[in-house]
């Protein structure tokens, strides 16, 4: 079992950055960590993965604005969130995922809320 805590989201100005993070009760080194987010009426969608060998991908709305990274020795990942838009509100929630065993994981999640 393994426990997600974000932190970092807030209330900012279009075109402002944050920071999110997603603290993990375990070694997220064999896990593929993901942040998602879901806006109000809208499916939960991916918004970025780092898998174990280092590879990332993005979702085309954030690519360029937003970096994915992670840090093995604090068992935490983060999303650098740049050059913020106000259809990037939504709630933003971390996963960690691992095929093998079928572990997937999700946290409680943080807001973000972007005016214009």
């Known amino acids: 079992q393994v426990q997600l805590v974000e932190s970092g989201g807030g209330l900012v100005q279009a075109g402002e950055s944050l920071r999110l993070s997603c603290a993990a009760s375990a070694s997220i080194y064999t896990y593929t960590m993901g942040w998602y987010r879901q806006a109000p009426g809208k499916q939960r969608e991916l918004v970025a993965a780092?898998?174990?060998?280092?590879?990332?991908n993005y979702a085309d709305s954030v690519k360029a604005r937003f970096a994915i990274s992670r840090d093995y020795t604090k068992n935490t990942v983060f999303l650098q969130m740049n050059s913020l838009k106000p259809e990037d509100t939504a709630v933003y929630y971390c996963?960690?995922?691992?095929?093998?065993?079928?572990?997937?994981?999700w946290g409680q999640g943080t807001e973000v809320t972007v005016f214009s």
């Open positions: 996963n960690a995922f691992r095929s093998v065993g079928d572990h997937n994981y």
């Open positions: 780092v898998i174990p060998s280092g590879n990332k």
